[in-house]
């Protein structure tokens, strides 16, 4: 702490993971792939709201070309885009479950996400459950804990940096188009 | 589709390293890749005042913030994003929003985070223009400002109400060099679920990092050491992304000009400084200039080496004060019998900054105005204005210039004898600084 300690400083920001977990749940490598690879994102809790969290997010993803999926069983379709009332019910392969959702309903989606053979299971900002992460993970899943989709998106394509947020990126190598 | 030139600027598949960069690297690296079309090194200066759409849906996502992207310059732009998030990475914020001022710094702070009744508990040592900023201006706006002794925290605690929704302070105060106890405060700050406001202009965060001892908003004049030139104004808002904003109605609650958003919960950590940007920067116009941000970019790229000889000249200064026989006192906390020169030692290791007073010696407050102009006008190297935080060493009898119409008895209450005066050392040749003020002092006196 403070200003005396040393050359390097911690800015690993706003989470309440000890560094350990930070290493397995918000793991850089696991994010920049889940980013990169997954196609189809299905979003647990998409809101109809327009000024939600969740739409935000959703609304940005399409925009940048994923294939969202909303699941919310109070809503036939949010975007533009079918929505279905739970995980099982979705006939495409996931790749991505993003999760909405308040703690208590995290063990039971885990388990669907496990069924449905998901590639990964990411939980919003705020939201950590290590027991079902634990499980997910057991069970093949690549686990992202207490992040946002769209936020480490917009860190590694430069966009978060137009809003003055620290990335913490630093490189001195020439960006490729 | 969303603008492929802001998509590719931080390229997707570079690997940086995971390593976590000193402090000295990240002042000449964060913040600023080198784009992929030009590969300029330095920071470009986007000198533009708006940004074309690559296509109407992708604008009307910004306006709505849905995306993150340049829309006019009163609200972002690329060199200045370079500033704020160089600023970021150096204070260990989440994030930062540069303005046109340390002043405009705080008062986008105070416009963003309080409503009319709410009351805030400042420090009483603070710049004169801070002080009527907090008692004058922000009285207009219905917001009251208790001005307690920064050094006592009992008076602190003592003046919080349950109106109160901040704790405001300098890290080192004006005029006599006192230092906020950070942790203290913070724990005080917590134990009332309020925010930590610490302005670090005077310590920048080569010397001190507020944030890192709990403050949750700090505020710099960037004019002063973080330009450290004397050439451009600029301020700048940086937040810890870790207080609770929940039980804040002006960042919690629906924002009627963005269709009952709700900036806290949709953007979390950042929520308070998108609304700094997006609400309180847009309706208060208080931008800084890209071509400011530049210069104030130069400047962030020496920062630590500047502040070494900042701190260096300015203790050897001081010393050499404190053994002067026309000097009554020296206020700089890096001296030993200075009141807070362990909580100095505690929170700025490398030193307590480069600004400071020291008294002449008079025997009555007439005489003490008289050899104090004597004394600035018989300088050769100190510059006479009214700033701190240049390379240049600089120098200000206040009871001459910025406080003359006060009375006698007026500059004594509120710290400004007639005998004092200020200094901001700069990083000339020690000795040379040394052998000014002795021929000054001796002027004075003869």
Known sequence: MGSGSGLACSIRLNTTLTPEQQTVYQNEETIRALLEESKNIAILGMSTDSQKASYFVGSYLLYEGYNVIPVNPRATEILGRKCYPDLVSIPEKIDMVDVFRPISEIPAITDQAIQIKARSLWLQLRLIDLESAERARAAGLSVVLDKCVKMEHGRYHGSLHWAGMNTEIISARRATL | MAGEIEKTLNPFMSKESKRQFGFDTRM????????????????????????????????????????????????????TAVFEERMASLENATGAVATSSGLSAQFVVFMTLLSPGDEMVASAHLYGGT???????????????????????????????????????????????????????SGLARSHKI????????????????????????????????????????????????????????????????????FYDTFGHY?????????????????????????????????????????????????????????????????????QHVLAKKYLPKGPGAVFSFGLKAPDAGDARAKGKKFIESLHLFSHL????????????????????????????????????????????????????????HAAFV
């Open chain 2, 195 to 262: 925010p930590l406001i610490v302005d670090s202009t005077f310590a920048t965060p080569s010397l001190c990092r507020p944030i890192d001892w709990g403050a949750t908003i700090v505020t710099h004049s960037a004019t002063k050491f973080i330009g450290g030139h004397g050439n451009s104004l600029g301020g700048v808002v940086l937040e810890s992304g870790k207080f609770d904003y929940s039980r804040y109605a002006t960042i919690a609650d629906p924002s009627p000009s963005y269709h009952g958003l709700r």
């Open chain 2, 386 to 441: 009214a700033n701190v935080g240049d390379a240049r060493s600089l120098v200000i009898h206040p009871a001459s210039t910025t406080h003359q119409q006060l009375t006698d008895e007026e500059l004594i209450r509120c710290g400004v004898g007639p005998e004092m005066i200020r200094l901001s050392v700069g990083l000339e040749t020690l000795e040379d600084l040394l052998w000014d003020l002795d021929q000054a002092l």
């Open chain 2, 28 to 79: 000449l690296h964060a913040g600023h890749v080198p784009d992929p079309y030009v590969g300029a090194r330095a920071v470009p200066i986007y000198q533009t005042s708006s940004y074309v759409f690559s296509d109407a849906d992708y604008a009307a996502q910004l306006f709505e913030l849905k995306q993150y992207g340049n829309i006019y310059t009163r609200l972002s732009n690329p060199t």
């Open chain 2, 131 to 185: 002080v009527t900023q907090l008692s004058q201006t922000l009285k207009k706006l219905s917001v009251q400002v208790h001005f307690v002794d920064p050094t006592n925290l009992k008076e602190w605690e003592a003046a919080i109400t349950p109106k109160t929704k901040a704790l405001f302070g300098e890290i080192i105060g004006n005029p006599r060099g006192s230092i906020l106890d950070l942790e203290a405060l």
């Open chain 2, 271 to 339: 929520g308070f400084l998108m609304k700094v940007r997006a609400e309180t920067l847009r309706d208060t116009g208080a931008c800084i200039s890209p071509f400011n941000s530049f210069l104030l970019i130069q400047g962030l790229e020496t920062l630590s080496l500047r502040m070494e000889r900042h701190v260096s000249n300015a203790l050897a200064i001081a010393r050499y004060l404190r053994e002067h026989p026309q000097v009554a006192w020296v206020a700089y906390a890096g001296l030993p019998d200075h009141p």
